[in-house]
Protein backbone atom coordinates (compact mmCIF):
# COMPACT_ATOMS: atom_id res chain seq x y z
CA UNK A 1 0.00 0.00 0.00
CA UNK A 2 1.42 3.19 -0.97
CA UNK A 3 1.79 6.00 1.71
CA UNK A 4 -0.18 9.19 2.24
CA UNK A 5 2.95 11.11 0.74
CA UNK A 6 3.02 8.74 -1.92
CA UNK A 7 -0.58 8.88 -3.15
CA UNK A 8 -0.45 12.88 -2.56
CA UNK A 9 2.35 12.81 -5.56
CA UNK A 10 1.30 10.05 -7.68
CA UNK A 11 -2.75 10.83 -7.52
CA UNK A 12 -2.97 14.74 -6.95
CA UNK A 13 0.62 15.93 -8.01
CA UNK A 14 1.64 17.65 -4.98
CA UNK A 15 5.12 17.41 -3.68
CA UNK A 16 4.68 18.35 0.22
CA UNK A 17 1.40 18.79 2.26
CA UNK A 18 0.17 21.70 3.95
CA UNK A 19 0.63 22.09 7.60
CA UNK A 20 -1.27 19.06 9.25
CA UNK A 21 -2.30 17.78 6.41
CA UNK A 22 -0.32 14.50 6.74
CA UNK A 23 -0.76 14.36 10.50
CA UNK A 24 -4.87 14.45 10.61
CA UNK A 25 -4.23 11.94 6.83
CA UNK A 26 -2.12 9.79 9.62
CA UNK A 27 -4.15 9.39 12.74
CA UNK A 28 -7.70 8.99 10.73
CA UNK A 29 -6.20 5.87 8.79
CA UNK A 30 -5.24 4.76 11.92
CA UNK A 31 -9.05 4.50 12.28
CA UNK A 32 -9.29 7.43 15.10
CA UNK A 33 -12.21 10.29 15.04
CA UNK A 34 -11.43 13.48 14.12
CA UNK A 35 -12.22 17.22 14.05
CA UNK A 36 -10.69 19.63 11.90
CA UNK A 37 -10.68 23.11 11.70
CA UNK A 38 -9.43 24.29 8.34
CA UNK A 39 -9.97 27.48 6.44
CA UNK A 40 -11.70 27.62 3.84
CA UNK A 41 -8.46 26.94 0.98
CA UNK A 42 -6.38 25.94 3.81
CA UNK A 43 -6.76 21.84 2.08
CA UNK A 44 -9.25 20.31 3.93
CA UNK A 45 -10.46 18.00 0.73
CA UNK A 46 -7.22 16.35 0.72
CA UNK A 47 -7.45 15.56 4.47
CA UNK A 48 -9.94 12.52 3.68
CA UNK A 49 -9.47 12.03 0.22
CA UNK A 50 -6.52 10.18 0.65
CA UNK A 51 -7.56 8.17 3.81
CA UNK A 52 -10.40 7.24 1.31
CA UNK A 53 -7.87 5.70 -1.17
CA UNK A 54 -5.95 4.11 1.44
CA UNK A 55 -8.89 1.99 3.14
CA UNK A 56 -10.45 -0.89 1.14
CA UNK A 57 -14.13 0.45 1.91
CA UNK A 58 -15.63 3.28 0.52
CA UNK A 59 -15.83 6.76 2.12
CA UNK A 60 -18.88 8.71 2.03
CA UNK A 61 -18.71 12.06 2.48
CA UNK A 62 -21.81 14.31 3.56
CA UNK A 63 -21.99 17.78 2.13
CA UNK A 64 -25.22 20.37 2.23
CA UNK A 65 -23.98 21.69 -1.10
CA UNK A 66 -24.96 20.00 -4.20
CA UNK A 67 -22.56 22.52 -6.31
CA UNK A 68 -19.42 21.42 -3.90
CA UNK A 69 -20.34 17.98 -4.31
CA UNK A 70 -20.37 18.12 -8.44
CA UNK A 71 -17.24 20.28 -8.35
CA UNK A 72 -15.65 17.72 -6.03
CA UNK A 73 -16.77 15.44 -8.00
CA UNK A 74 -15.14 16.54 -11.52
CA UNK A 75 -11.81 16.92 -9.42
CA UNK A 76 -11.73 13.94 -8.36
CA UNK A 77 -12.72 12.14 -11.21
CA UNK A 78 -10.26 13.85 -13.41
CA UNK A 79 -7.06 12.80 -10.69
CA UNK A 80 -8.95 8.93 -12.20
CA UNK A 81 -10.26 8.73 -8.36
CA UNK A 82 -13.98 6.46 -8.72
CA UNK A 83 -16.13 9.49 -7.42
CA UNK A 84 -19.91 10.01 -7.57
CA UNK A 85 -22.75 12.19 -6.22
CA UNK A 86 -26.64 10.79 -4.74
CA UNK A 87 -28.28 14.03 -5.05
CA UNK A 88 -31.76 15.53 -5.94
CA UNK A 89 -30.25 17.12 -9.41
CA UNK A 90 -30.02 13.15 -10.64
CA UNK A 91 -33.04 11.21 -11.83
CA UNK A 92 -33.61 8.00 -10.16
CA UNK A 93 -31.88 5.85 -13.44
CA UNK A 94 -29.15 7.85 -12.31
CA UNK A 95 -28.77 7.25 -8.96
CA UNK A 96 -29.50 3.66 -9.58
CA UNK A 97 -26.19 3.33 -11.73
CA UNK A 98 -24.24 4.89 -8.82
CA UNK A 99 -25.55 2.81 -6.23
CA UNK A 100 -24.65 -0.09 -9.26
CA UNK A 101 -21.22 1.06 -9.39
CA UNK A 102 -20.72 1.56 -5.39
CA UNK A 103 -21.52 -2.04 -5.03
CA UNK A 104 -19.45 -3.11 -7.56
CA UNK A 105 -15.97 -0.98 -5.95
CA UNK A 106 -16.10 1.29 -8.94
CA UNK A 107 -16.54 4.21 -6.28
CA UNK A 108 -14.12 5.19 -3.68
CA UNK A 109 -15.53 8.13 -2.58
CA UNK A 110 -19.49 9.08 -2.34
CA UNK A 111 -20.56 12.46 -2.03
CA UNK A 112 -24.56 12.60 -0.33
CA UNK A 113 -26.74 15.29 1.62
CA UNK A 114 -27.55 14.77 5.45
CA UNK A 115 -31.07 14.66 3.79
CA UNK A 116 -30.66 11.97 1.56
CA UNK A 117 -28.25 10.46 3.52
CA UNK A 118 -31.25 9.27 5.85
CA UNK A 119 -32.98 7.44 3.55
CA UNK A 120 -29.80 5.77 2.41
CA UNK A 121 -28.62 4.47 5.39
CA UNK A 122 -30.42 1.18 5.24
CA UNK A 123 -29.00 0.51 1.66
CA UNK A 124 -25.70 1.86 2.77
CA UNK A 125 -25.59 -0.72 5.96
CA UNK A 126 -26.99 -3.63 3.70
CA UNK A 127 -24.76 -3.38 0.70
CA UNK A 128 -21.55 -1.01 1.35
CA UNK A 129 -18.44 -1.26 3.43
CA UNK A 130 -18.15 2.08 4.88
CA UNK A 131 -14.81 2.93 6.25
CA UNK A 132 -14.92 6.75 6.51
CA UNK A 133 -17.96 9.30 6.92
CA UNK A 134 -16.35 12.62 6.42
CA UNK A 135 -19.03 15.05 7.41
CA UNK A 136 -18.30 18.77 5.52
CA UNK A 137 -19.88 21.79 7.22
CA UNK A 138 -19.46 20.13 10.31
CA UNK A 139 -20.36 23.43 12.02
CA UNK A 140 -24.05 23.21 10.91
CA UNK A 141 -25.05 20.37 13.58
CA UNK A 142 -24.30 22.66 16.01
CA UNK A 143 -26.89 25.18 17.60
CA UNK A 144 -24.15 27.44 18.11
CA UNK A 145 -22.82 27.36 14.62
CA UNK A 146 -23.45 30.30 11.90
CA UNK A 147 -25.45 27.98 9.72
CA UNK A 148 -27.45 25.84 11.99
CA UNK A 149 -29.38 22.72 10.11
CA UNK A 150 -31.87 20.61 11.96
CA UNK A 151 -31.02 17.86 9.46
CA UNK A 152 -27.30 17.74 10.67
CA UNK A 153 -28.62 16.74 14.21
CA UNK A 154 -29.64 13.25 12.66
CA UNK A 155 -26.07 12.31 12.03
CA UNK A 156 -25.21 11.74 16.05
CA UNK A 157 -26.44 8.34 15.37
CA UNK A 158 -23.98 7.12 12.75
CA UNK A 159 -21.29 5.44 15.08
CA UNK A 160 -23.89 3.34 16.17
CA UNK A 161 -25.25 2.50 12.90
CA UNK A 162 -22.16 1.60 11.39
CA UNK A 163 -19.49 0.99 14.54
CA UNK A 164 -16.77 0.04 12.50
CA UNK A 165 -16.93 3.40 10.45
CA UNK A 166 -14.11 6.02 11.33
CA UNK A 167 -16.19 9.57 11.85
CA UNK A 168 -14.33 12.85 10.49
CA UNK A 169 -15.78 15.78 10.86
CA UNK A 170 -14.25 18.92 8.83
CA UNK A 171 -15.23 22.72 9.47
CA UNK A 172 -13.77 26.41 8.37
CA UNK A 173 -15.57 28.27 10.80
CA UNK A 174 -15.99 27.14 14.46
CA UNK A 175 -15.77 28.89 17.82
CA UNK A 176 -14.98 27.10 21.51
CA UNK A 177 -19.01 26.44 21.77
CA UNK A 178 -19.28 24.96 18.32
CA UNK A 179 -16.24 22.88 18.16
CA UNK A 180 -17.57 21.64 21.80
CA UNK A 181 -21.14 20.62 20.22
CA UNK A 182 -20.09 19.11 17.23
CA UNK A 183 -17.77 16.78 19.33
CA UNK A 184 -20.63 15.59 21.85
CA UNK A 185 -23.68 15.97 19.03
CA UNK A 186 -21.60 13.63 16.37
CA UNK A 187 -20.39 11.40 19.18
CA UNK A 188 -16.87 10.94 18.21
CA UNK A 189 -14.19 8.50 19.94
CA UNK A 190 -10.40 8.52 20.12
CA UNK A 191 -10.95 11.69 18.63
CA UNK A 192 -7.93 14.56 17.99
CA UNK A 193 -8.97 18.09 17.66
CA UNK A 194 -6.91 19.86 14.47
CA UNK A 195 -6.90 23.45 14.03
CA UNK A 196 -4.61 25.26 11.44
CA UNK A 197 -3.86 28.66 10.90
CA UNK A 198 -6.70 30.79 9.89
CA UNK A 199 -4.24 33.19 8.30
CA UNK A 200 -4.50 33.87 5.13
CA UNK A 201 -1.80 36.84 4.28
CA UNK A 202 -2.02 36.49 0.69
CA UNK A 203 -5.92 38.15 1.08
CA UNK A 204 -5.74 41.90 1.12
CA UNK A 205 -8.97 42.98 3.45
CA UNK A 206 -10.68 46.17 2.49
CA UNK A 207 -14.05 47.53 3.69
CA UNK A 208 -15.94 50.36 2.46
CA UNK A 209 -18.62 52.20 3.94
CA UNK A 210 -21.31 54.13 2.94
CA UNK A 211 -21.59 53.31 -0.79
CA UNK A 212 -24.34 54.06 -2.97
CA UNK A 213 -25.11 51.56 -5.50
CA UNK A 214 -23.97 53.55 -8.62
CA UNK A 215 -20.75 54.17 -6.15
CA UNK A 216 -20.32 50.28 -5.51
CA UNK A 217 -20.76 49.70 -9.34
CA UNK A 218 -17.89 52.01 -10.19
CA UNK A 219 -15.80 49.92 -7.42
CA UNK A 220 -16.38 46.90 -8.73
CA UNK A 221 -15.53 47.50 -12.33
CA UNK A 222 -12.59 49.35 -11.05
CA UNK A 223 -11.69 45.58 -9.37
CA UNK A 224 -12.35 44.16 -12.53
CA UNK A 225 -10.90 45.84 -14.95
CA UNK A 226 -7.18 45.53 -12.37
CA UNK A 227 -8.42 41.96 -12.89
CA UNK A 228 -8.67 41.32 -16.64
CA UNK A 229 -10.15 38.06 -17.85
CA UNK A 230 -9.42 37.05 -13.92
CA UNK A 231 -12.38 34.86 -11.69
CA UNK A 232 -14.46 36.98 -9.06
CA UNK A 233 -17.24 36.22 -7.04
CA UNK A 234 -19.90 39.11 -5.53
CA UNK A 235 -21.83 38.04 -3.15
CA UNK A 236 -25.23 39.84 -2.48
CA UNK A 237 -28.00 39.36 0.53
CA UNK A 238 -30.51 39.19 -2.34
CA UNK A 239 -31.54 36.99 -5.22
CA UNK A 240 -32.70 40.17 -7.38
CA UNK A 241 -29.27 42.01 -6.18
CA UNK A 242 -27.63 39.19 -7.93
CA UNK A 243 -29.41 39.85 -11.05
CA UNK A 244 -29.25 43.17 -11.07
CA UNK A 245 -25.67 43.45 -10.35
CA UNK A 246 -24.99 40.89 -12.85
CA UNK A 247 -27.17 42.72 -15.18
CA UNK A 248 -24.98 45.85 -14.74
CA UNK A 249 -21.88 44.05 -15.06
CA UNK A 250 -22.57 42.01 -18.18
CA UNK A 251 -24.29 46.42 -19.59
CA UNK A 252 -20.87 47.30 -18.72
CA UNK A 253 -19.25 44.52 -20.96
CA UNK A 254 -18.34 42.24 -17.98
CA UNK A 255 -18.38 38.61 -18.46
CA UNK A 256 -21.11 37.78 -15.45
CA UNK A 257 -23.94 35.77 -14.71
CA UNK A 258 -26.05 35.44 -11.61
CA UNK A 259 -26.61 32.28 -8.77
CA UNK A 260 -29.12 32.05 -6.59
CA UNK A 261 -31.56 29.23 -5.43
CA UNK A 262 -34.56 30.49 -7.42
CA UNK A 263 -32.93 29.18 -10.57
CA UNK A 264 -33.44 25.88 -11.87
CA UNK A 265 -30.89 23.00 -10.51
CA UNK A 266 -30.05 22.97 -14.37
CA UNK A 267 -29.38 26.69 -14.95
CA UNK A 268 -27.72 26.78 -11.61
CA UNK A 269 -25.30 24.23 -12.96
CA UNK A 270 -24.65 25.43 -16.02
CA UNK A 271 -23.29 29.28 -14.19
CA UNK A 272 -21.13 26.75 -11.86
CA UNK A 273 -20.05 24.77 -15.23
CA UNK A 274 -19.38 28.20 -16.94
CA UNK A 275 -17.92 29.52 -14.22
CA UNK A 276 -15.38 26.84 -13.01
CA UNK A 277 -14.53 26.44 -17.32
CA UNK A 278 -13.98 30.32 -17.23
CA UNK A 279 -16.45 30.34 -19.76
CA UNK A 280 -17.84 33.44 -17.45
CA UNK A 281 -15.27 35.72 -15.07
CA UNK A 282 -17.84 36.88 -12.47
CA UNK A 283 -20.43 34.92 -10.22
CA UNK A 284 -22.82 37.04 -8.44
CA UNK A 285 -24.23 34.84 -5.98
CA UNK A 286 -26.56 34.81 -2.92
CA UNK A 287 -24.71 34.14 0.44
CA UNK A 288 -27.26 32.84 1.87
CA UNK A 289 -27.33 30.03 -0.28
CA UNK A 290 -23.73 29.59 -0.75
CA UNK A 291 -22.05 28.55 -3.97
CA UNK A 292 -19.41 25.77 -3.14
CA UNK A 293 -17.36 26.86 -6.11
CA UNK A 294 -13.93 25.16 -5.30
CA UNK A 295 -11.97 27.22 -7.89
CA UNK A 296 -8.10 28.42 -7.01
CA UNK A 297 -7.98 30.81 -9.53
CA UNK A 298 -10.63 33.21 -7.80
CA UNK A 299 -8.38 36.70 -7.48
CA UNK A 300 -11.31 38.62 -6.03
CA UNK A 301 -14.06 38.35 -3.61
CA UNK A 302 -16.67 41.53 -3.33
CA UNK A 303 -19.45 41.53 -0.57
CA UNK A 304 -22.13 43.68 -1.87
CA UNK A 305 -24.31 43.95 1.91
CA UNK A 306 -22.47 42.87 5.33
CA UNK A 307 -22.84 39.50 6.01
CA UNK A 308 -24.49 37.59 9.18
CA UNK A 309 -21.81 36.95 10.56
CA UNK A 310 -17.71 36.54 10.94
CA UNK A 311 -17.77 32.73 10.29
CA UNK A 312 -19.38 33.46 7.33
CA UNK A 313 -17.59 36.23 5.90
CA UNK A 314 -14.41 34.27 6.08
CA UNK A 315 -15.85 30.99 5.06
CA UNK A 316 -16.98 33.14 1.69
CA UNK A 317 -13.74 34.99 1.58
CA UNK A 318 -11.61 32.43 1.99
CA UNK A 319 -12.45 30.94 -1.71
CA UNK A 320 -10.40 33.75 -3.11
CA UNK A 321 -6.46 32.74 -3.75
CA UNK A 322 -6.87 29.38 -2.77
CA UNK A 323 -3.52 29.00 -4.98
CA UNK A 324 -1.52 31.32 -2.65
CA UNK A 325 -1.59 34.03 -5.03
CA UNK A 326 -2.08 37.54 -4.13
CA UNK A 327 -6.11 38.34 -4.31
CA UNK A 328 -8.09 40.87 -3.20
CA UNK A 329 -11.48 41.33 -0.71
CA UNK A 330 -13.46 44.35 -0.88
CA UNK A 331 -16.50 44.26 1.73
CA UNK A 332 -19.63 46.85 1.23
CA UNK A 333 -21.01 48.17 4.48
CA UNK A 334 -24.00 50.46 5.66
CA UNK A 335 -26.69 51.15 7.67
CA UNK A 336 -29.62 49.84 6.10
CA UNK A 337 -27.33 46.10 6.59
CA UNK A 338 -27.71 46.20 9.65
CA UNK A 339 -31.16 46.99 10.41
CA UNK A 340 -32.21 44.62 7.75
CA UNK A 341 -30.06 42.20 9.51
CA UNK A 342 -31.21 42.75 12.71
CA UNK A 343 -34.61 42.41 12.10
CA UNK A 344 -33.78 38.87 10.75
CA UNK A 345 -31.44 38.45 13.95
CA UNK A 346 -35.05 39.48 15.77
CA UNK A 347 -37.38 36.93 14.02
CA UNK A 348 -35.16 34.14 13.66
CA UNK A 349 -35.24 31.33 16.42
CA UNK A 350 -31.90 31.70 17.48
CA UNK A 351 -32.48 35.65 18.60
CA UNK A 352 -29.41 35.89 21.31
CA UNK A 353 -26.75 33.28 19.34
CA UNK A 354 -27.63 35.35 16.21
CA UNK A 355 -27.27 38.85 17.34
CA UNK A 356 -24.08 38.33 19.05
CA UNK A 357 -22.75 37.02 15.65
CA UNK A 358 -23.97 40.14 13.96
CA UNK A 359 -22.84 42.08 16.72
CA UNK A 360 -19.29 40.79 16.11
CA UNK A 361 -19.61 41.30 12.25
CA UNK A 362 -20.40 44.60 13.02
CA UNK A 363 -17.78 45.80 14.83
CA UNK A 364 -15.72 43.83 12.39
CA UNK A 365 -16.98 46.41 9.55
CA UNK A 366 -16.82 49.61 11.95
CA UNK A 367 -13.46 49.07 13.54
CA UNK A 368 -10.45 51.31 13.11
CA UNK A 369 -7.53 48.69 14.20
CA UNK A 370 -6.16 45.89 11.93
CA UNK A 371 -8.74 43.84 10.62
CA UNK A 372 -6.91 40.54 10.02
CA UNK A 373 -6.45 40.51 13.91
CA UNK A 374 -10.02 40.76 14.70
CA UNK A 375 -10.86 37.74 12.45
CA UNK A 376 -7.27 35.70 13.82
CA UNK A 377 -8.43 36.38 17.40
CA UNK A 378 -12.03 36.00 16.56
CA UNK A 379 -10.92 32.09 15.93
CA UNK A 380 -8.54 32.10 18.79
CA UNK A 381 -5.47 32.45 17.13
CA UNK A 382 -3.72 35.16 19.28
CA UNK A 383 -2.24 37.87 16.88
CA UNK A 384 -0.95 41.28 18.27
CA UNK A 385 0.50 42.45 15.43
CA UNK A 386 -1.05 44.26 12.65
CA UNK A 387 -0.73 42.42 8.77
CA UNK A 388 0.37 45.28 6.36
CA UNK A 389 -2.76 43.86 3.82
CA UNK A 390 -5.65 45.58 5.15
CA UNK A 391 -7.13 48.80 4.32
CA UNK A 392 -6.91 49.95 8.37
CA UNK A 393 -3.17 49.33 8.01
CA UNK A 394 -2.68 50.28 4.77
CA UNK A 395 -4.35 53.75 5.46
CA UNK A 396 -4.85 54.51 9.16
CA UNK A 397 -7.70 56.64 10.01
CA UNK A 398 -7.18 60.60 10.52
CA UNK A 399 -9.06 61.68 13.42
CA UNK A 400 -10.30 64.74 14.95
CA UNK A 401 -12.40 66.83 17.77
CA UNK A 402 -15.85 65.78 16.67
CA UNK A 403 -17.73 67.49 19.79
CA UNK A 404 -19.65 70.02 18.32
CA UNK A 405 -20.67 67.51 15.38
CA UNK A 406 -21.81 65.36 17.76
CA UNK A 407 -23.46 68.09 19.82
CA UNK A 408 -25.81 69.10 16.70
CA UNK A 409 -26.62 65.64 16.18
CA UNK A 410 -27.64 64.42 19.94
CA UNK A 411 -29.25 68.31 20.13
CA UNK A 412 -31.58 67.21 16.97
CA UNK A 413 -32.13 63.92 18.38
CA UNK A 414 -32.88 65.17 21.95
CA UNK A 415 -35.73 68.17 20.03
CA UNK A 416 -37.58 65.51 19.03
CA UNK A 417 -38.36 63.41 22.03
CA UNK A 418 -35.90 60.92 20.28
CA UNK A 419 -38.72 60.14 17.95
CA UNK A 420 -36.60 59.62 15.13
CA UNK A 421 -34.82 56.96 13.11
CA UNK A 422 -31.29 57.39 11.80
CA UNK A 423 -32.31 58.55 8.58
CA UNK A 424 -34.17 61.37 9.65
CA UNK A 425 -31.79 62.28 12.00
CA UNK A 426 -29.49 63.08 9.01
CA UNK A 427 -32.18 64.89 7.17
CA UNK A 428 -33.19 67.25 10.33
CA UNK A 429 -29.61 67.95 10.17
CA UNK A 430 -29.27 68.92 6.63
CA UNK A 431 -32.15 70.82 6.35
CA UNK A 432 -34.20 68.60 4.44
CA UNK A 433 -38.06 69.72 4.39
CA UNK A 434 -39.37 66.16 3.49
CA UNK A 435 -43.03 65.34 4.19
CA UNK A 436 -43.01 64.10 7.60
CA UNK A 437 -40.54 66.48 8.57
CA UNK A 438 -42.93 69.45 7.56
CA UNK A 439 -45.54 67.01 8.93
CA UNK A 440 -44.11 66.39 12.11
CA UNK A 441 -42.80 70.50 12.78
CA UNK A 442 -39.36 69.21 12.81
CA UNK A 443 -38.56 72.15 10.59
CA UNK A 444 -39.55 74.48 13.38
CA UNK A 445 -36.75 73.15 15.87
CA UNK A 446 -33.40 74.99 16.53
CA UNK A 447 -31.09 72.14 15.22
CA UNK A 448 -33.06 72.14 11.76
CA UNK A 449 -30.47 72.44 9.06
CA UNK A 450 -27.04 73.39 11.57
CA UNK A 451 -25.34 70.38 9.59
CA UNK A 452 -25.78 72.00 6.60
CA UNK A 453 -22.16 72.23 5.12
CA UNK A 454 -21.68 68.71 5.93
CA UNK A 455 -22.85 66.39 3.46
CA UNK A 456 -25.87 63.83 3.93
CA UNK A 457 -22.89 60.74 3.80
CA UNK A 458 -20.62 61.93 6.08
CA UNK A 459 -23.91 62.79 8.34
CA UNK A 460 -24.32 58.78 8.22
CA UNK A 461 -20.93 57.97 8.76
CA UNK A 462 -20.55 59.96 11.62
CA UNK A 463 -23.65 58.84 13.43
CA UNK A 464 -22.82 55.27 12.82
CA UNK A 465 -19.67 56.24 14.60
CA UNK A 466 -21.76 57.72 17.61
CA UNK A 467 -23.33 54.82 17.30
CA UNK A 468 -20.03 52.61 17.82
CA UNK A 469 -18.97 55.02 20.34
CA UNK A 470 -22.02 54.51 22.82
CA UNK A 471 -23.00 58.27 22.15
CA UNK A 472 -26.50 56.61 21.08
CA UNK A 473 -28.69 53.02 20.59
CA UNK A 474 -31.13 52.15 18.75
CA UNK A 475 -34.79 51.23 20.66
CA UNK A 476 -35.63 48.36 18.11
CA UNK A 477 -38.66 47.81 19.49
CA UNK A 478 -39.75 51.81 18.91
CA UNK A 479 -39.33 51.76 15.54
CA UNK A 480 -36.15 51.89 15.38
CA UNK A 481 -35.82 55.24 16.89
CA UNK A 482 -32.14 56.83 18.27
CA UNK A 483 -31.73 56.79 21.97
CA UNK A 484 -29.12 59.15 23.32
CA UNK A 485 -27.15 57.32 26.22
CA UNK A 486 -25.53 58.68 29.30
CA UNK A 487 -21.91 58.71 27.55
CA UNK A 488 -24.17 61.00 24.96
CA UNK A 489 -25.76 62.84 27.37
CA UNK A 490 -22.39 63.75 28.98
CA UNK A 491 -20.94 64.91 25.44
CA UNK A 492 -24.21 66.70 24.60
CA UNK A 493 -24.46 68.67 27.98
CA UNK A 494 -20.32 69.44 27.80
CA UNK A 495 -18.61 67.23 29.74
CA UNK A 496 -16.21 65.68 27.61
CA UNK A 497 -15.00 66.21 23.97
CA UNK A 498 -15.79 63.03 21.55
CA UNK A 499 -13.00 62.33 18.92
CA UNK A 500 -14.26 61.27 15.48
CA UNK A 501 -12.40 59.48 12.56
CA UNK A 502 -12.41 61.13 8.95
CA UNK A 503 -14.82 59.31 6.72
CA UNK A 504 -13.04 57.36 4.14
CA UNK A 505 -13.21 59.26 0.82
CA UNK A 506 -15.15 56.72 -1.94
CA UNK A 507 -12.38 56.98 -4.98
CA UNK A 508 -14.67 57.05 -7.46
CA UNK A 509 -16.62 60.17 -8.46
CA UNK A 510 -20.19 60.10 -10.01
CA UNK A 511 -20.11 60.33 -13.74
CA UNK A 512 -22.03 63.60 -13.76
CA UNK A 513 -25.47 62.76 -14.52
CA UNK A 514 -28.29 64.10 -13.45
CA UNK A 515 -30.19 62.11 -10.73
CA UNK A 516 -33.60 61.29 -10.58
CA UNK A 517 -35.87 63.62 -8.15
CA UNK A 518 -35.99 62.51 -4.67
CA UNK A 519 -38.90 60.97 -3.47
CA UNK A 520 -41.03 63.74 -0.97
CA UNK A 521 -41.29 60.83 1.61
CA UNK A 522 -39.14 59.74 3.90
CA UNK A 523 -40.79 57.50 6.92
CA UNK A 524 -38.61 57.32 10.33
CA UNK A 525 -38.48 54.39 12.27
CA UNK A 526 -38.71 52.03 9.23
CA UNK A 527 -35.12 52.37 7.97
CA UNK A 528 -36.20 53.72 4.58
CA UNK A 529 -33.91 55.88 3.64
CA UNK A 530 -35.15 57.99 0.40
CA UNK A 531 -32.85 60.64 -0.59
CA UNK A 532 -30.86 60.25 -3.38
CA UNK A 533 -27.58 61.00 -1.25
CA UNK A 534 -28.70 58.19 1.39
CA UNK A 535 -29.89 55.57 -2.19
CA UNK A 536 -27.45 53.09 -1.25
CA UNK A 537 -29.22 52.72 2.34
CA UNK A 538 -32.69 51.30 0.35
CA UNK A 539 -31.31 47.65 -0.73
CA UNK A 540 -33.62 44.69 0.98
CA UNK A 541 -31.90 41.50 0.78
CA UNK A 542 -33.37 38.21 1.31
CA UNK A 543 -33.30 37.21 5.07
CA UNK A 544 -30.00 35.11 5.22
CA UNK A 545 -30.82 32.76 8.03
CA UNK A 546 -32.84 31.15 4.90
CA UNK A 547 -32.58 31.94 1.87
CA UNK A 548 -36.59 31.27 0.99
CA UNK A 549 -39.33 34.10 -0.01
CA UNK A 550 -41.69 31.81 1.91
CA UNK A 551 -39.73 31.85 4.84
CA UNK A 552 -39.68 35.74 4.77
CA UNK A 553 -43.20 35.84 4.68
CA UNK A 554 -43.54 34.38 7.73
CA UNK A 555 -42.49 38.21 9.22
CA UNK A 556 -44.75 40.26 6.81
CA UNK A 557 -47.11 42.16 8.09
CA UNK A 558 -50.11 40.74 7.77
CA UNK A 559 -52.49 43.82 8.11
CA UNK A 560 -50.59 45.31 5.35
CA UNK A 561 -50.69 42.17 3.00
CA UNK A 562 -54.62 42.19 3.43
CA UNK A 563 -54.62 45.64 2.40
CA UNK A 564 -52.61 44.88 -0.81
CA UNK A 565 -54.81 41.45 -1.53
CA UNK A 566 -58.07 44.43 -1.68
CA UNK A 567 -55.57 46.74 -4.12
CA UNK A 568 -55.04 43.32 -6.49
CA UNK A 569 -58.32 42.50 -6.40
CA UNK A 570 -59.68 45.50 -7.52
CA UNK A 571 -56.96 45.61 -10.71
CA UNK A 572 -58.08 42.03 -11.46
CA UNK A 573 -61.59 42.81 -11.56
CA UNK A 574 -60.91 46.19 -14.10
CA UNK A 575 -58.99 43.75 -16.28
CA UNK A 576 -61.08 40.50 -15.66
CA UNK A 577 -58.19 38.67 -14.52
CA UNK A 578 -58.25 35.78 -11.91
CA UNK A 579 -55.97 37.46 -8.99
CA UNK A 580 -53.15 35.32 -9.47
CA UNK A 581 -52.77 36.85 -12.71
CA UNK A 582 -51.96 40.50 -11.20
CA UNK A 583 -49.51 39.02 -8.55
CA UNK A 584 -49.05 36.02 -6.70
CA UNK A 585 -49.92 35.26 -3.17
CA UNK A 586 -45.74 35.14 -2.38
CA UNK A 587 -45.40 38.51 -4.08
CA UNK A 588 -47.76 40.11 -1.95
CA UNK A 589 -46.05 38.34 1.16
CA UNK A 590 -42.74 39.95 -0.01
CA UNK A 591 -44.57 43.47 -0.49
CA UNK A 592 -45.67 43.60 2.79
CA UNK A 593 -42.14 41.87 3.91
CA UNK A 594 -40.35 44.70 1.95
CA UNK A 595 -42.56 47.76 1.49
CA UNK A 596 -40.50 49.22 -1.08
CA UNK A 597 -42.34 53.27 -1.06
CA UNK A 598 -40.62 54.02 -4.69
CA UNK A 599 -41.39 52.15 -8.25
CA UNK A 600 -37.42 51.63 -8.40
CA UNK A 601 -37.16 49.46 -5.15
CA UNK A 602 -39.89 47.65 -6.68
CA UNK A 603 -37.63 45.73 -8.75
CA UNK A 604 -36.43 44.16 -5.47
CA UNK A 605 -39.21 42.08 -5.24
CA UNK A 606 -40.08 38.82 -6.29
CA UNK A 607 -42.32 38.69 -9.01
CA UNK A 608 -42.78 42.07 -9.89
CA UNK A 609 -41.42 42.26 -13.54
CA UNK A 610 -40.78 45.65 -15.20
CA UNK A 611 -44.22 45.61 -17.27
CA UNK A 612 -46.24 45.03 -14.07
CA UNK A 613 -44.23 47.73 -12.35
CA UNK A 614 -45.28 50.68 -15.33
CA UNK A 615 -48.90 49.24 -15.29
CA UNK A 616 -49.76 49.04 -11.52
CA UNK A 617 -46.91 49.26 -9.13
CA UNK A 618 -47.41 52.67 -8.35
CA UNK A 619 -51.29 51.92 -6.72
CA UNK A 620 -49.26 49.20 -4.67
CA UNK A 621 -46.72 51.89 -3.61
CA UNK A 622 -49.28 54.39 -2.72
CA UNK A 623 -51.30 51.86 -0.69
CA UNK A 624 -48.06 50.79 1.20
CA UNK A 625 -47.42 54.59 1.92
CA UNK A 626 -50.80 55.21 3.27
CA UNK A 627 -50.47 52.13 5.59
CA UNK A 628 -47.24 53.23 6.59
CA UNK A 629 -48.77 56.73 7.67
CA UNK A 630 -51.81 55.53 9.32
CA UNK A 631 -49.36 52.81 11.59
Known amino acids: MPTPREILKSVFGYDSFRPMQEDIINHVVAHNDALVLMPTGGGKSICYQIPALIFDGITVVISPLISLMKDQVDALNANGIGAEALNSNNDESENAAIRRRSKSGEVKILYISPERLQREIPWLQQHLNVSLFAIDEAH ?65 LDV ?103 ESFYQEIGRAGRDGLPSETVLFYNFQDIMTLRGFVNESGQREINSEKLDRMQEYAESQVCRRRILLNYFGENNSSNCGNCDICKHPPQRFNGTILVQKALSAIKRTGEHVGFSMTAEILKGFRSEEIVQNGYDKIKTFGVGSGT ?51 IETKPDGKQRKPRSKYTLSGAARFNTDDARQYTDAPDNPYNDHIASESNHADKTLFEVLRKVRKQIADENNWPAYVVLSDKTLKDLAYKTPLSLDELQDVFGFGEVKIQKFGQRFINAILEYLKMH
Not at 140 to 157: A, K, M, N, V
Not at 254 to 274: C, F, I, L, P, T
Request: charged residues 25%; hydrophobic residues 35%; proline residues 3%.
Open 140 to 204: CISQWGHDFRPEYTQLGGLHQAFPKATIMALTATADKLTKEDIVRQLNLQDYKLFISSFDRPNLS
Open 208 to 310: RRGYSGQDKLKTILSIISKHENESGIIYCLSRKNTEKVAADLIDAGVSAKAYHAGMSAEERNQVQEDFINDRIDVVCATIAFGMGIDKSNVRYVIHYNLPKSI
Open 455 to 505: TLKHWHDYLLQMLQLGYIEIAYNESSHLKITESGNEVLFGKKSAELAVPPQ
